[in-house]
């Protein structure tokens, strides 16, 4: 059998729901020892940390990063997987994707309802997910999340849906491939990138989303706070209200990078406009178009290049990938 390195890091699939009806903690993780995954593979359990999803910070994130980094040091791991919450899942399966030098599957799990609720998903996704570690055709594929039948990439995973199963969906793309009960299928191979391993948890990135009348205030406020950088979640495919110009040439003048991405749920920014505020002068401006990601995982994305030293044309071509 496979050896797995399993991290269980809290939310929803350690919780269970009490008399009460609210889903709460528990002092013992409910997916800890379970007697069918000992039949799946050698699995060997770690509790870096205990914590709702939306508790996560950069911090949490580079603690399970080294973390997995010292465990494989030390033992021989065929894969791992990461049990967390499902609110901020896909910005800790991106950060590890865009950090992390493995070779051997990752793969992040959770549960949209707690353990003890009529149709807990949770063992069945961590089931899913302990069999696609298994799986050789998982290696080399970046980080994967795993998620009701589902395996998606990290880059493209986004949550969806507030309380459905299938909440993890990959708008643009689809899922990476799909996992029956007798077997795992990939569609295609993800295209991969060398990982920047240097993360300086100071970093200050902020995140805006962009709406009629966005004011040039809000926009300077990150430079006043000494921000190291902004990502704008703008209109349609990269454009900006009039209005928020000067705020946006504020932080210009302080040197501090700005990455576009599209508020919208679908497509990729691109400086298509020529027009005050759209895309085509955002980009003369000196903005950053996003290839495809949220605004959440570009912020992750721009403390990463920041953390090692890109700039300028470094980083623009960092955010094409």
Sequence with gaps: MKNILVMHTGGTISMSENAQGVVTTNDTNPMSNIEIIQSIANITEKHPFQIPSPHMTLKHMNILRKSIINEIYEENYDGIVITHGTDTLEETAYFLDLTLNVSIPVILTGAMRSSNEIGADGLYNYISAIRTACHDDAKNKGVLVVFNDEIHTAMNVTKTHTSNTSTFQSPNYGPLGIITKNNIYFHHHPSTHP????????????????????????????????????????????NLPPSSL??????????????????????????????????????????????????????????????NGLNDALLDDYFKR
Excluded: T
């Design 195 to 238: 990982p920047l391993v240097k993360v300086n948890e100071a970093i200050k990135v902020g995140l805006v989303k962009a709406h009629s009348d966005l004011d040039s205030d809000l926009i300077k406020f990150f430079a006043d706070q000494e921000y190291d950088g902004l990502v704008i979640e703008a209109l349609g495919q990269g």
């Design 246 to 307: 000067d705020g946006i040439q504020h932080l210009i003048d302080k040197n501090i990078p700005i990455v576009i991405v599209s508020r919208c749920f679908n497509g990729i920014a691109s400086g298509n406009y020529q027009y005050e505020g759209g895309g085509y002068e955002l980009q003369k401006m000196g903005l950053i178009f996003s290839n495809g990601l949220n605004g959440q995982k570009a912020r992750l994305k721009l403390i990463v290049a920041i953390s």
